[in-house]
């Protein structure tokens, strides 16, 4: 069993970053694929980013493709979201995700082994 915890949410304006965190509890974390996705309130859960297992490839939703980054250290058994240049649009509960191939974690929320309880980023206009 993995537990993932998310950490960074917050509210911010129009144009500011915003750095999200989270930190696994297991010692087998280099073995899976960790990712991001976010829920607007009325819409469904919306894939956001995803990195493999090595780092060495990450893969990003349309919508945030060219402002968001991620990126993990598995020494620390941590997975980053570093969200640029935010819109209002952008507003979610933001969910941590892990799966064991990057393509389950890539095709859509049923994919995902594991979730955080999420953190909430709000931007104003």
């Known amino acids: 069993q993995v537990q993932l915890v998310e950490s960074g949410g917050g509210l911010v304006q129009t144009g500011d970053s915003l750095r999200l965190s989270c930190a696994a509890s297991t010692r087998t974390f280099s073995m899976y694929a960790m990712g991001w996705y976010r829920q607007a309130p009325g819409k469904e859960r919306e894939f956001v980013a995803a990195?493999?297992?090595?780092?060495?490839?990450?893969t990003f939703g349309t919508s945030v493709k060219d402002r968001f980054a991620i990126s993990r250290d598995n020494a620390k058994n941590a997975v980053y979201l570093q969200m640029n240049s935010l819109k209002p649009e952008d507003t979610a509960v933001y969910y941590c995700?892990?799966?064991?191939?990057?393509?389950?974690?890539?095709?859509?929320?049923?994919?995902?082994?594991?979730w955080g309880k999420g953190t909430l980023v709000t931007v104003s206009s």
């Open positions: 990195i493999t297992q090595s780092g060495s490839s990450m």
């Open positions: 995700a892990g799966s064991r191939a990057i393509a389950s974690l890539t095709a859509g929320a049923n994919g995902v082994n594991y």
